[in-house]
């Protein structure tokens, strides 16, 4: 039985792909273009009636929603240590409850800072700014935690993409991430893993099957 990742290049979905290749499966990984609103496609509607990406047939069964798709490939595969180990009750509480803080609290402030249009009927840029302002907050409190290396201190964890990927992302929706050097050397640190170099690669190779040159990676 095979795996098989849908996804966007520089879209959420790249922590999912991060999180395979960290764990070492083979999977095909099939790109969406959601540039031509390929996620509404009513072919991929079938394999994610909620229309977003990433969605992942695991030998068969169709996952969405990266938190639980991360927690269960997590339960699957706790050598790879994408979150703590779940011997400790209590450890695997965490790395659940840092799972839905990224998806359900992070998550939403990028795409208020990214697509803030999404948002309103009216003018953009003040939910533009009050997702900065969120994202500031945050970033303050991530600074002082992500100085010890990593989330989790001494440990890469996929907590750390995730991260990654909201603060990168928020950047080209105009966050001043420059601001918080502690968390662009985080990113440095993420981005030189050999897991994330083989997650650009892919990306880069939809880019181009799907005609793409105008997102950088």
Known sequence: M?????????????????ALEEIGLSYDDVSVNMRALGQKAPEYL???PKGKVPAIDFKG??????????????????????????????????????????????????????MPAKWTSGDPEGVRADGIDKMLQECITLSERIAQGWWYGPSWSI???????????????????????????HAERVRARPSFARVLAREQAALDAMGIADIVL
């Open 46 to 48: 079938v394999v994610n």
């Open 61 to 114: 069964h169709i996952m969405t929603e990266n938190a639980a798709i991360l927690w269960f490939l997590h339960s699957q595969y706790p050598a790879a240590s994408l979150l703590p180990a779940q011997d400790d009750p209590l450890q695997a509480y965490q790395g659940l409850s840092d799972l839905v803080w990224c998806s359900g609290t992070i998550h939403p402030i990028v795409r208020q800072i990214r």
């Open 159 to 185: 907590i750390d993409t995730y991260l990654y990927w909201a603060f990168s992302t928020a950047e080209k929706g105009g966050f001043p991430l420059d601001q918080f050097p502690v968390l662009v050397a």
């Open 2 to 18: 095979t795996i098989t990742l849908y996804h966007f290049p520089a879209a959420c979905s790249r922590v999912t792909m991060n």
